[in-house]
């Protein structure tokens, strides 16, 4: 899944520079004061999430099957994959370039979380140590984006460095459909972006180096879907992952024979999944997801990305879909439609929390809704209304380890609080909306302009 631009910074951050358009208006005194008042001196220290306690999946293992196979034996364009491709035996990572400084920990917490959730035998070696199964390079995002411009960061197979990949890159070298077993692999990520971005993109990139290389919209709980929702992985990609390198499964197998041994191998890892009822779910139209991708991707005009996010929400509704996908649409017109016509934006946000709180209840994709449904609320004067949607947003984003979305979700917080008068409790929340802004927005100049633009909501 080659991580687009889009997936890795614009879903968690579109709220304040569209919500300026409909909001009171501020003197420019006022947001100084503020801005001031709050970033006087250092930032505090970069906040961390502390280990990882993911959900086990609750769907059934015959809908989790069904997932696996199309997962493992397509590409996202659609290609069949013919044959099962895989790691055989012990696994190396070893990383290159100019690595920021939060690039190991957050690696070497990734491969302990593979190693004792996915039972997969990984580990990371010095770049002195020899040829390494995995290798990821960090490289300036510019220069990336020179020679592969709407990818954020993304995974080859037959490569070591970026070097081989500019050298191999109009060959079949790099056709995931021609590998038979995988040896060596590569993984590109910007050196200049936000920790949280790198760490992202090491999640996505390093479990599609292992395991699946296709996405699909319809997953409500995993990092293998384009919706951008989840940025770590899930226990459900762990439980695929595991699935991916267990015993019964070998390089070269057919989807035929993979899904004969499926069913024994996930009544063996997951047993909880044999009790649940199964959910049929329709498959994704591949005019749905054209739609989708006109609508949030670039180089296309605003008019034209808000009909692509209308004929979304029409092709989901004709096709029955009652589930994220909808709700998924819902967002994106609802994100499209904030500086053009609040009302209209509004109505769609609530729409989407509707459907993702009833299929999705407390998850990660209504909290991304409720944080700008709270902006809207804090921009109207309606300050407990958006204590009330940032209360129930936080323990999600939390979860799942979003700290822009926790940064931003706590500095809204901090404004509301001070227009209902706990100034002390404003300033607490506030300090720590910064600490979670180091990690998720990077540099102190835009943690400082995000705490701005949520400061001029406040009527």
Do not use: K
Request: charged residues 20%.
């Amino acid at each position: 899944m080659s991580r687009r631009i889009l997936r890795a910074s614009a879903l968690p951050l579109v709220l304040a520079l569209a919500l300026g358009a409909c909001t009171p208006s501020v003197s420019t005194s006022a947001i100084a004061e503020r801005r001031a008042d709050t970033l006087a001196g250092d930032l505090p220290g970069m906040n961390r999430f502390a280990g990882s306690a993911p959900m086990a999946p609750g769907r059934a293992n015959s809908e989790i099957a069904a997932d696996f196979l199309d997962l493992a034996f397509a590409m996202e364009s659609g290609r069949p994959i013919t044959g099962m491709s895989r790691f055989e035996g012990p696994i190396t990572v070893t990383v290159t370039g100019t690595p920021p400084a939060t690039l190991t920990a957050d690696l070497d917490a990734l491969i302990a979380r593979l190693r004792a959730e996915a039972g997969i035998d990984i580990a990371r070696i010095g770049a002195g140590d020899g040829p390494a199964g995995i290798t990821i390079e960090t490289l300036p995002r510019a220069r990336m984006q020179r020679v592969v411009p709407q990818a954020a960061c993304f995974v080859v197979p037959r490569v070591s460095s970026w070097g081989e990949f500019r050298r191999a890159r109009n060959s079949r070298d790099l056709d995931w459909t021609t590998l038979a077993a995988r040896e060596r692999v590569a993984v590109f990520i910007p050196s200049d972006v936000s920790p949280q971005e790198v760490r992202d993109c090491l999640h996505e990139e390093v479990a599609q180096a292992l395991g699946p290389l296709n996405d699909l919209y319809r997953l409500p709980d995993s990092v293998f879907n384009d919706d951008n929702f989840h940025a770590v992985l899930t226990g459900f990609d762990m439980l695929v992952l595991r699935a991916y390198y267990d015993r019964e499964l070998a390089t070269g197998m057919t989807r035929a024979e993979v899904s004969a041994r499926l069913p024994g191998i996930l009544a063996r890892l997951n047993p909880r999944g044999e009790r649940a009822s199964r959910t049929t779910v329709r498959a994704t139209s591949r005019a749905w997801i054209d739609a989708i991708e006109t609508a949030l991707g670039p180089g296309t005009s605003e008019a034209a990305r808000i009909q692509s996010a209308e004929r979304a929400v029409t092709i989901a509704r004709n096709a029955g879909w009652d589930d994220t996908r909808l709700g998924f649409s819902f967002f994106a017109l609802g994100r499209l439609t904030l500086s053009r016509d609040a009302d209209r934006s509004v109505q769609a946000f609530q729409t989407a929390a509707a459907i993702f709180e009833r299929d999705a209840p407390g998850g990660i994709q209504l909290a991304h809704v409720d944080m700008q449904l709270a902006a809207f609320s804090l921009s109207a004067g309606r300050a407990e209304e958006a204590l009330r949607l940032t209360t129930r947003a936080i323990p999600a984003a939390t979860q799942a380890q979003n700290a822009a979305l926790l940064s931003t979700l706590l500095m809204i917080r901090a404004e509301a609080l001070q227009d209902v008068g706990r100034a002390s409790e404003a300033r607490a929340v506030r300090l720590d909306s910064l600490g979670w802004g180091r990690y998720g927005f990077g540099s102190n100049a835009a943690v400082g302009a995000r705490l701005t633009e949520v400061a001029a909501l406040s009527p």
